[in-house]
């Protein structure tokens, strides 16, 4: 794994690289200390990253513009806001402007690792001390399709496991995960992603296991949590839907 740790200040980054060890052990880190400098390391070819750490006080252009054109380079590899500056709005304008997390360099070590695995396993992490509820819900419902797994927690590592949990579905189970949060029955699936029910009966047997629940209520709650749409859920009855 390669990450670019765009910051300038060298103590910073060095400190940064003993936590950021913990997530891979053959973990490659490329560093840049301007705007400038983190477009074209994170663009060249050579040396492509999987993920980009970014201060937003730097050298080279405003924090906006940096990130804008950050983004624009690097298209969906994940980029998380790493920064001094703890102030509501600029987290929702980061949000908005592609960032998929932010996280405050007062944060623990294990606050800020669990967050960066719940980033690269698909999620967004926002910071609980600096939104409330409400404005969690609004930058969700900003973000782009598909990127619907926000936390905004004290733990993100429990986050994190929820996400992880999602990604070892496969899209199909993922697709019965959503409808079993409706409360819709093996046969209901079935005519709806044109399925046998015996197929289903297998996803959802999978589905219960990867969740580590043992019945379709169970299922139910677990992709409520998970995000899933749950609009008009009814809980299945256990003695008509069996698994």
């Known amino acids: 794994m390669r990450i670019l740790i765009a910051d300038d200040h060298e103590l910073f980054r060095d400190g940064l690289r003993l936590v950021l060890s913990e997530l891979d052990p053959a973990l490659e ?3 840049a200390s301007t705007f400038d400098e983190a477009i074209a390391r994170a663009t060249d070819d050579a040396s492509r990253v999987d993920l980009v ?3 937003l006080v730097m050298p080279g252009m405003s924090w906006n513009e940096g ?4 983004k624009q380079r690097i298209g969906e590899t994940p980029l998380v806001v790493l920064t001094a500056a703890e102030d509501r709005r600029l987290v929702a304008d980061a949000v908005r402007l592609g960032a998929a997390g932010f996280i405050p360099k007062t944060s623990s070590s294990k606050v800020m690792i669990g967050a960066l695995r719940l980033v690269l396993s698909g999620g967004v992490y926002l910071p609980p001390a600096l939104l409330e509820d409400g404005e969690v819900a609004s930058l969700k419902a900003a ?3 598909g990127s619907n797994t926000v936390e905004a927690m004290a733990d993100p590592g429990a986050a994190a496991m929820n996400s992880q949990t999602t990604a ?4 199909r189970q993922r697709e019965v995960l959503g409808l079993l949060g409706q409360g819709k029955s093996n046969k209901e699936i079935a005519r709806a992603l044109d399925l046998s029910e015996g197929t289903v009966k297998l996803h ?3 589905i219960l296991k990867a969740l580590k629940v043992h ?4 299922a139910v709650v677990a992709a409520a949590r998970l995000g899933f ?3 008009g859920v009814r809980v299945p009855n256990e003695d008509s839907h069996h698994s």
């Open 29 to 31: 880190i490329i560093e």
């Open 53 to 55: 750490l970014l201060d």
């Open 143 to 145: 973000l782009p399709l």
């Open 229 to 231: 749409p749950t609009g």
């Open 67 to 70: 990130l804008t054109a950050l």
């Open 204 to 206: 959802v047997t999978a």
């Open 215 to 218: 019945n379709r209520t169970g």
């Open 168 to 171: 070892s579905l496969t899209p």
